[in-house]
């Protein structure tokens, strides 16, 4: 039985989409919401410099690929491990500065391609059933009236599930091996049928890996959990923080109600508050 590395570790992500243009092209093309007469038949990565650079606090568990079709169409795929409320942002961000950048100074606008922002997080960021979320540019009264240009795909990799999804065969495929295929397992046999994710899983075994990758993988891994961690106590501080204050609130409320018949001490000791407080509530009733 092999050992697969998770392929959402931006190492793995990276080694298995950034390198191998038909097995992005079959993943894209899979993913995103393009038309049949509008699928990816060929496509180049771009340059470096032409991808978004971030700071190195903003790194972690998040993967990059930009690439460009035969029709000059930019696509971006990123990878969110944990969930963070600027992500949004940051994808709308980065598409915007895609759709900018195609033109050099002087280059007519009629020139610009469509952008497409793939963003796949590996978490739970809204409450509802669905875990696919198609955003682009719409005439708010007459919906079928689009500007091109930008386009959002969003996917919350928890939510899905291979028996209820409503996705094409493909589709559903690549998010199964995004989702399953990790640690010691026997390969699913529909996995292992399409070629394209047989060889991605392929190069997702352990033993393609080197010892000093192996090393950055797990250091990645640790990360993940240890940034996961902070935000989860974060939100935990937040929540305790509000229901303190929430207590704090009523207490007063109580006070102002008792301002007309106790006087400050009784009104002190039944809720709890300084005297000093009770005061002030007495000194700001008119």
């Known amino acids: 039985m092999a050992r697969y ?27 995103l919401p393009l038309p049949d007469d509008g699928l990816i038949v060929s496509l180049s990565y771009l340059p470096p410099e032409q991808i978004p650079v971030l700071p190195p606090e903003n790194r972690r568990g998040i993967v990059d690929v930009k690439c ?6 930019v696509f971006i795929v990123e990878m969110q491990m944990y969930w963070t409320p600027s992500f949004f942002n940051r994808m ?18 009629k020139l610009l391609q ?90 997702s075994r352990e033993a393609a890996f080197t010892r000093a990758e192996l090393a950055a993988y797990q250091s990645v891994m640790m990360a993940i959990s240890n940034e996961k961690s902070i935000v989860t106590d974060s939100i935990e501080l937040g929540i305790e923080k509000g229901i303190e204050i929430g207590r704090q609130n009523e207490k007063l409320a109580i006070a102002k109600n008792l301002l007309a018949v106790m006087d400050n001490a009784t009104i002190a000791n039944l809720t709890g508050l300084p005297p000093e407080t009770v005061q002030k509530l007495r000194g700001n009733v008119v």
């Open 5 to 31: 590395l998770d392929p959402k570790n931006d190492l793995v992500f990276k080694k298995i989409f950034g390198g191998h243009p038909l097995l992005l092209m079959d993943f894209l093309n899979a993913l």
């Open 114 to 203: 469509p952008v497409y922002a793939l963003g796949i997080i590996n978490a739970v960021f809204e409450q509802s059933d669905d875990w696919y979320h198609h955003y682009k540019i719409v005439n708010i009264e007459k919906s079928h009236r689009t500007i091109d240009g930008l386009q959002f795909v969003f996917i919350e990799l928890p939510k899905f599930r291979a028996e209820t999804a409503t996705a094409k065969k493909v589709r559903a495929l690549w998010l199964r091996f995004l989702n399953e295929v990790k640690g010691e397992l026997e390969p699913p046999a529909e996995l292992l049928g399409h070629p394209p994710i047989h060889e991605a899983m392929t190069l």
């Open 68 to 73: 460009t079709d035969q029709r000059g169409r």
């Open 92 to 109: 709308l961000f980065n598409a915007s500065q895609a759709f900018v950048m195609q033109l050099d100074p002087g280059e007519e606008y």
